[in-house]
């Protein structure tokens, strides 16, 4: 499985983004795909996941209720739309893809929120 961020760039705090997730190869095997990032300094983290197998969308603390993903099953795209964005969302975003007990991330995008 081939995984592939895009999306970020720089905006001013209060702004939005929307990053895409795009996963090619053997999609039939996929369980779940999340959202990670990861700040100068800081460990890699979760923001928000679903699992294919249905149950309740994860969303971090951190982001609940500002950001949201969707899927677009048809193109193995998954989204995660970012609104009212604050300096300390400024990170790379990585995408996460499990299929069985493998996991294939993306290269990550730059999200830059300026103040």
């Known amino acids: 499985v081939q995984v592939a961020e895009s999306g970020g760039g720089l905006v001013q705090a209060g702004g939005s983004l929307r990053l895409s997730c795009v996963a090619s190869?053997?999609?039939?095997?996929?369980?779940?795909m999340g959202w990670y990032r990861q700040a100068p300094g800081n460990q890699r983290e979760l923001i928000a996941g679903?699992?294919?197998?249905?149950?309740?969308?994860y969303y971090a603390d951190s982001v609940k209720g500002r950001f949201t993903i969707s899927r677009d099953n048809a193109n193995n795209t998954m989204y995660l739309q970012m609104n009212s964005l604050l300096p300390e969302d400024t990170a790379v975003y990585y995408c996460?893809?499990?299929?069985?007990?493998?996991?294939?991330w993306g290269q990550g995008t730059q999200v830059t929120v300026s103040s």
């Open positions: 996460r893809v499990v299929t069985g007990p493998y996991d294939y």
């Open positions: 190869g053997n999609t039939l095997s996929i369980n779940a």
């Open positions: 679903k699992s294919y197998s249905g149950g309740p969308t």
